[in-house]
């Protein structure tokens, strides 16, 4: 039991007040999910192959589109592979110490072969069919996001593997129409971690119609709120050389710096030669 709320942990989510939720007990699968925080340091144990197969079976309970179920897990256990792969996972100096590392894959390749062995057609090699899968993938790494903190596991997603998306993918054997959406570090949580502040639902949910008129105003002030929690020291500011170190380092000029190289532009090319349609 706790003396805490639901509205509580939405304000600590937000770092706004909130009456939402002011008589709900911070329990069970609600105070859970808004509780969420990646881990990227973890303790040396091992997480047991029983726990991680309980786990990546409540991911995979997730929803899918048309029931396709068009995503496959990589679980790497074989050491030179892993050293490999964290290799390849540049910049993330956290990768070598998490005991588990996953990856998860879109895979349309699965319906392709199921077509061809029913003697079908498959007219659906477009756009809509990577995506599908895309989404598939996402759901089921979010799900295991959820699955593994409800074990008190911790993970943390790693897109920096499409980076070096076909090294990856000769590495881990991915065949056509199979390719990595995100890797995923876990293990037993070595810091309790803290909540990372969120945009504002004013930001992200519209009523009826797309507004996004106070955007930049509010984005503004998310900012400042998240750097009243965490200020970026000067030393992480991004690109320094090219935009100096800013007297207000926020979120959006974090992003914006970001942003402001190109990124992953091989990835189109990649896909095609996996054989996906883009049109
Ligand atoms: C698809 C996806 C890919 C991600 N890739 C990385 C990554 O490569 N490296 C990393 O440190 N964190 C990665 N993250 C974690 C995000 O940085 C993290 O979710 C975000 O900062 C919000 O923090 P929180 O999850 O603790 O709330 C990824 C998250 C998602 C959903």
């Known amino acids: 039991m706790t003396d805490k709320t639901i509205a509580d942990l939405i304000e600590d989510r937000f770092g706004l007040p909130t009456e939402d939720g002011r008589d709900m007990p911070a329990e069970g699968e609600?105070?859970?999910?808004?509780?969420?925080?990646?881990?990227?340091?973890?303790?040396?144990?091992?997480?047991?192959?029983?726990?991680?197969?309980?786990?990546?079976?409540?991911?995979?309970?997730?929803?899918?589109?048309s029931d396709l179920q068009q995503c496959s897990v990589i679980v790497v256990k074989d050491p030179d592979?892993?050293?490999?792969?964290?290799?390849?996972?540049?910049?993330?100096?956290?990768?070598?110490?998490?005991?588990?590392?996953?990856?998860?894959?879109?895979?349309?390749?699965?319906?392709?072969?199921?077509?061809?062995?029913?003697?079908?057609?498959?007219?659906?090699?477009?756009?809509?069919?990577?995506?599908?899968?895309?989404?598939?993938?996402?759901?089921?790494?979010?799900t295991f996001v959820r699955a593994a903190e409800a074990a008190g596991l911790g993970c943390c997603p790693i897109s920096v593997i499409r980076d070096r998306i076909e090294e990856a993918s000769a590495l881990l054997g991915l065949p056509d129409h199979v390719f990595p959406?995100?890797?995923?570090?876990?293990?037993?949580?070595?810091?309790?971690?803290?909540?990372?502040?969120?945009?504002?639902?004013?930001?992200?949910?519209?009523?009826?119609?797309?507004?996004?008129?106070?955007?930049?105003?509010?984005?503004?002030?998310?900012?400042?709120?998240?750097?009243?929690?965490?200020?970026?020291?000067?030393a992480q500011q991004r690109m320094t050389a090219e935009y100096g170190v800013a007297e207000f380092y926020g979120w959006s000029e974090d992003k914006a710096r970001q942003y402001a190289t190109p990124q992953r532009k091989q990835l189109a090319g990649f896909l095609k030669s996996k054989g996906f349609g883009l049109d």
């Open 30 to 65: 609600l105070a859970a999910l808004l509780r969420h925080r990646s881990h990227r340091r973890f303790k040396p144990d091992a997480v047991p192959d029983e726990l991680l197969r309980v786990v990546l079976a409540a991911a995979f309970s997730a929803p899918a589109k």
């Open 81 to 142: 592979l892993r050293a490999r792969l964290n290799a390849l996972i540049v910049g993330q100096d956290w990768i070598p110490g998490a005991p588990s590392l996953l990856v998860f894959c879109g895979d349309n390749r699965r319906i392709r072969r199921i077509s061809e062995a029913r003697g079908k057609p498959y007219p659906n090699g477009h756009l809509d069919s990577f995506l599908n899968c895309a989404v598939d993938a996402g759901i089921v790494l979010a």
């Open 181 to 234: 959406v995100a890797g995923m570090g876990l293990g037993w949580p070595e810091r309790e971690g803290w909540v990372s502040l969120r945009l504002p639902p004013s930001v992200t949910v519209h009523t009826d119609r797309y507004d996004d008129s106070t955007m930049l105003a509010e984005v503004d002030a998310y900012d400042r709120r998240r750097d009243a929690r965490f200020s970026t020291p000067p």
